[in-house]
């Protein structure tokens, strides 16, 4: 199996799959290999990205779903419970006053002011249909957690420090972390589909440039940063791959075919 993180990994500086990239899946597919995307987007931004690729399943939003491209389906989430998403709500905004909030679900996306002020950019803003608050029983795909004036590491930081026991939190380089169950992220979703399949940790090639690549570098057998990598994610990696502005996922699946 090849597992690929999307922004800063397969996709280009426009945010799309060059034409070499889109070649070297396709070769991979082709050779036997299950190619599957792994990203901190969810199905609604991710899903439109692969347009033209053989890709056909994507772990989405850190692990706490998965997509089937071919049928457009969410076909398992490992989602948070709506209490603990209350929690870390409570939790976060006891720790600073500067915090903003979002939730997902498979049905759609809900964002505070707060958030959609030092967010205004996401991308699922006012996507799919408003979940409403949060409710004890809700299954909460992802959440999305800000706070004014820290971004990535510092800012994963700050909101793991205040994180009730139910949750983790990762960063991607965005102006935000993404919050997930304790025991979910790439990694582990991805161990699942590899259980489905027989397909062994030691048989997985992973590539990755940031922060919520970590676990999914570690447990992969191979681990590939991409050169414009986090030093922090670099440090994990077997290998140091070219950056995606020069076709660094395709040139190790290139010389891997060979």
Do not use: Y
């Amino acid at each position: 199996m090849i597992a690929t993180d999307l922004d800063g990994t397969l996709l280009d500086g426009s945010s799309t799959i060059n034409d070499r990239t889109l070649a070297a899946v396709q070769q991979a597919v082709d050779a036997g290999i299950d190619v599957v995307a792994a990203t901190g987007r969810s199905f609604r931004t991710a899903h439109p990205k692969l347009a033209d690729s053989a890709i056909t399943q994507i772990v989405c939003s850190n692990g706490g779903a998965v997509f089937d491209r071919p049928t457009e389906c969410v076909v398992s989430t490992h989602p948070m419970a709506g209490a603990v998403a209350a929690q870390v709500i409570k939790q976060v905004s006891a720790a600073t006053r500067d915090a903003g909030f979002g939730w997902e679900t498979v049905g759609g996306f809900r964002f505070d002011a707060v958030f959609e002020e030092v967010c205004p950019h996401v991308d699922e803003i006012r996507l799919g249909e408003d979940p409403g608050p949060i409710t004890p029983d809700m299954e909460v795909v992802k959440m999305f957690v800000c706070i004014r004036g820290l971004r990535r590491l510092d800012l994963q930081k700050a909101v793991l420090a205040s994180l009730p026991a139910g949750a983790t939190a990762s960063a991607s380089g965005a102006d935000f972390v993404e919050t997930t169950a304790a025991d979910v992220n790439k990694a582990t979703t991805l161990q699942t589909l590899c259980d489905e399949r027989g397909i062994l940790p030691a048989q997985v090639m992973a590539f990755g440039d940031n922060l919520n690549d970590v676990a999914m570098l570690q447990w992969a057998g191979w681990s590939v940063a991409m050169g414009n990598a986090h030093n922090v994610v670099a440090d994990q990696a077997d290998e140091i791959a070219m950056s995606n502005m020069d076709d660094g996922v395709a040139v190790v699946i290139e010389q891997w075919l060979q």
